[in-house]
T-cell receptor, first 113, second 113 residues
Framework: SQTIHQWPATLVQPVGSPLSLECTVE??????LYWYRQAAGRGLQLLFY??????ISSEVPQNLSASRPQDRQFILSSKKLLLSDSGFYLC????????????FGNGTRLTVT | AQSVTQLGSHVSVSEGALVLLRCNYS??????LFWYVQYPNQGLQLLLK??????LVKGINGFEAEFKKSETSFHLTKPSAHMSDAAEYFC???????????FGKGTTLSVSS
């Protein structure tokens, strides 16, 4: 069966520090991969998605970036965090067909102080 | 472009009462529709999905939803609420390309005894 791992579960970082969140998927090949951010009362905002290694689409311009160095690895990064980057970050994967649901990781609670 | 509107950011019901969470979508192509549930500090879990075929879709935990094309709606129902149903619920739409899901802002369901 497929599993998705996302870490760390919680993170407290000062403003201006770098960020690296990692997500890996097991049990499937060539998945679509996604990063969403969830802020209170604002639902889920799609940040990045990837349909293959090295292929990243950005939905929202900001100081975050994403990379996919391996088929089942998806990394969210920032060189300098802002207070507004605080939130709950969710990684997800789906099969490549349009009717496939997203399968989410357990999320990372990021607090920028 | 697709969009999702969830009517009511907060719904309160008594245990044993009917649960009705409303979702309307906008899509220029036949949509794929999903309902997810999120418990505090966790990722999202798929409740049910509509792709094609029968418009009444049954999901986990006794929930079901009906796709009504004429009303562009996909409301989520459960005949009898349980305390364990208290959570946040998200409706989402995807086009047939399946690039990414677009989520509504969520509805928090409270269940009182």
């Amino acid at each position: 069966s497929q599993t998705i791992h996302q870490w760390p579960a919680t993170l407290v970082q000062p403003v201006g520090s770098p960020l690296s969140l990692e997500c890996t998927v097991e049990g499937t090949s060539n998945p679509n991969l996604y990063w969403y951010r969830q802020a209170a009362g604002r639902g889920l905002q799609l940040l990045f998605y990837s349909v293959g290694i090295g292929q990243i689409s950005s939905e929202v311009p900001q100081n975050l970036s994403a990379s996919r160095p391996q088929d089942r690895q998806f990394i969210l990064s920032s060189k300098k965090l802002l207070l507004s980057d605080s939130g709950f970050y969710l990684c997800a994967w789906s099969a490549i067909t349009g009717d496939s649901p997203l399968h989410f990781g357990n999320g990372t609670r990021l607090t920028v102080t | 472009a697709q969009s999702v509107t969830q009517l009511g950011s907060h719904v309160s019901v008594s245990e044993g009462a009917l649960v009705l969470l409303r979702c309307n979508y906008s899509s220029s192509v036949p949509p794929y529709l999903f309902w997810y549930v999120q418990y505090p500090n966790q990722g999202l879990q798929l409740l049910l999905k509509y792709t094609t075929g029968a418009t009444l879709v049954k999901g986990i935990n006794g929930f079901e939803a009906e796709f009504k094309k004429s009303e562009t709606s996909f409301h989520l129902t459960k005949p009898s609420a349980h305390m364990s149903d208290a959570a946040e619920y998200f409706c989402a739409v995807s086009d047939q390309a399946g690039t990414a899901l677009i989520f509504g802002k969520g509805t928090t369901l409270s269940v009182s005894s």
